[in-house]
């Protein structure tokens, strides 16, 4: 059993933390302060060729594993929450839908604008009726002459103002319970489809996130991504792949508040000595530091499964579970550790805990995590 990362991973973990500590972390608190989607710093990102990390280079990424893209989005996601977020949803959601499923003409045509940077990835599947319940997609898509004509709604999407083309859900097959659902790709630009953001958030300010409006919007019959009716089936496989993910953010804002609390610790000073000194702290710290450690070792596990060709999806679940979870306690303890401080905006510990919480929410909520951790027991 060998947990040594390869000379690839370190290279790209040490590369993208300095880039991430230097570049993002400084300007964390204004993009959250703001609301502003941090445009310059995905341009740099692209720049560095972080955009498409774990795509093949013949479509224009950079060909790393899915292990080294997790190591990079726990460094983006530790400097700040809302980038970290753009940047998960742009791989994981908006790139991987094409690149596991889609034809060969649309990877060569969609993929290297996503991989440079061009546009942000996008992935339309949650609707104000069919949130963890997936399978109760109602947006539809008929096919006419050639093109599918598309009518519904999506909601809570992530990075659809900044993307040329949103890979959605729609139910092009009425009477097949979830195996009537497919996967279609939608410019943005197409007539009658309107996007719509502006929601006044808990957390992650600085992302993009989206309502998408259909009426009657036409795309030609090849923008259909893989089989007809398999949909279902491929945004399981890409949420399996995005809750890896998700755990290795868990496990960025958690360190983040353990790096945060770590410094105050040894510089707040209370009856005459650093409250590090005091075991009720280093009790606190100490829990915040093994559970990192073990939602690191769970991502890193389940990502190293993808990457090797073997069942991952029970460990995906452990991995968003626990990472998110740990993420948010991580963040209550940073704020109980700093006292009042941790209650105001002066320190970053309040924002941890704002962004934190939605990874026990996207992508499957915790319930859902743990039912279907529960069917994978055979239950």
Not at 47 to 64: D, F, H, Q, V
Not at 275 to 294: H, P, R, S, T, W
Not at 298 to 308: E, F, I
Not at 326 to 345: C, M, P
Request: glycine share 12%.
């Amino acid at each position: 059993m060998d947990f040594k990362l390869t000379e690839d991973q370190e290279l790209i973990r040490g590369s993208v933390r300095g880039f991430a500590q230097n570049e993002i972390a400084p300007k964390a608190a204004e993009i959250d302060k703001t609301g502003e989607f941090p445009v310059d710093v995905f341009k740099q990102m692209a720049e560095l060729g972080l955009m498409g990390l774990p795509i093949a280079e013949e479509y224009g990424g950079a060909g790393a594993d899915y292990t080294s893209y997790c190591l990079a989005l726990e460094e983006i996601t530790r400097a700040c929450g809302s980038t970290g977020l753009g940047y998960e949803a742009h791989i994981s959601l908006g790139c991987m839908p094409i690149y596991l499923f889609g034809t060969e003409e649309q990877k060569r045509k969609y993929l290297p604008v996503l991989c440079s940077g061009e546009t942000m990835g996008s992935f339309g599947l949650t609707e104000p009726e069919a949130g963890s319940d997936a399978g109760g997609t109602r947006t539809t898509a008929v096919l006419e002459d050639g093109q599918w004509v598309i009518n519904g709604s999506k909601i809570f999407i992530t990075n659809a103002s900044y993307a040329q083309f949103v890979t959605i859900t729609a139910v092009t097959d009425k009477g097949q319970g979830t195996r009537g659902i497919s996967d279609i790709i939608v410019p943005t630009d197409t007539p009658g489809f309107t996007i719509r953001a502006g929601f006044e958030k808990l957390g992650l300010h600085g992302s993009n996130t989206t309502e998408l409006f259909f009426d009657n919007v036409r795309v030609s019959e090849e923008n259909l991504v893989g089989a007809r009716g398999e949909g279902f089936r491929q945004f399981l496989a890409v949420l399996d792949g995005g809750r890896i993910a998700i755990g290795a953010m868990g496990v960025g804002i958690a360190q983040a508040c353990l790096d945060a609390s770590l410094k105050y610790a040894k510089e707040r000073v209370q009856f005459g000595q650093p409250i590090g000194k005091f075991q009720a702290v280093q009790f606190k710290l100490a829990d915040m530091a093994m559970n990192i450690e073990l939602a690191r070792l769970m991502y890193l596990k389940a990502a190293w499964l993808k990457d090797n060709g073997r069942p991952y999806s029970q460990e995906a679940n452990y991995a968003k579970l626990f990472g998110s979870e740990i993420s948010t306690k991580a963040a209550l303890e940073a704020i109980q550790i700093h006292g009042g401080y941790g209650y105001i905006k002066e320190f970053p510990v309040e924002r941890y805990l704002r962004d934190s919480k939605l990874l026990e929410i996207g992508e499957g909520t915790s319930e859902i995590m743990r039912l279907v951790i529960a069917r994978g027991l055979g239950l």
